[in-house]
């Protein structure tokens, strides 16, 4: 099953890069596993890739650009996003160019705003944005770990464009989002991406998992995973081809009605 996110038909989920090639700084050892791992993921048929200026220092990005490098731009759909200490009008744009050449591509598919900053205006920096769309540098304008106020508040910002998606925390250990946040988008059109799906890995051994996963024969991890996908796009990072085998195992079916009403019920 596939559906859209930034004008492109997408997979059900995508991949996330955080601490692939460092976490605030550069982190070079372990390369060719990554971008090994990355090129396999795309193999199976995911390609949404999410990363991020500040992740690694930028060298995440150079990875997903060596990724990349040859492929049909067109059937990936690529999301960055720009920290919160560059969302003056100047520091947008200029984030926004650094990105797109460590990408080594032509324009970026969804461009988010990291984290909210409320030291700056939110208006100029959705003004930016649209300038940004405008001059095709990226295609689609989203935000990350936006609540209802914040998200409002960018929403009313807009005068040419819309918030495509919130990027938040979410995941079958902290599903607070699911009361405000979730219907919030939900009601406007905005999609919702969802990253640490896995809660860090935790969710394989959530006992309340296990019955279920007996029965259904999937694993918890796929069992979670397939949960989010209801109401949002997960953005799971693997580092091996064997996680990633397991996590595809979570596409082509879903969860009965009575099965994800006892998850969603469940504290």
Known sequence: MSFTLAGKKVSRLGIGTWRMGGAEQAETG???????TLRFALELGVNII???????????EELVGRVIKGMDRDSLCIITKVWPDHLRRRDVEASARAS??????????????????????????????EELVDSGIIRHIGVSNFGV???????????RYEI?????????????CE???????ERNGIRVIAYTPMAKGSVAGMRQLEPMSERIK????????NYLMKRSIPIPKASSKEHWAEILGSVGWELDAKDYADLSAAQ
């Not at 999410?50 to 995440?60: F, I, K, P, Q, W």
């Open 218 to 225: 999937k694993t918890p991890i796929q069992i979670a995973l």
């Open 30 to 36: 372990n390369d060719a596993g990554y971008i090994d």
């Open 50 to 60: 999410d990363t991020a200026e500040m992740y690694g220092a930028g060298h995440t």
């Open 100 to 129: 797109l050449k460590r990408l080594g591509t032509d324009y970026i598919d969804l461009y988010l705003i990291h984290w909210p900053n409320p030291q700056i205006d939110i208006r100029e920096t959705v003004s930016a944005l």
């Open 179 to 185: 009361r405000d946040v979730i219907p919030f988008c």
């Open 149 to 159: 106020g914040d998200l409002g508040a960018a929403m009313a910002a807009c005068k």
């Open 164 to 176: 495509e998606a919130n990027e938040i925390k979410y995941n079958m250990a902290e599903r607070g």
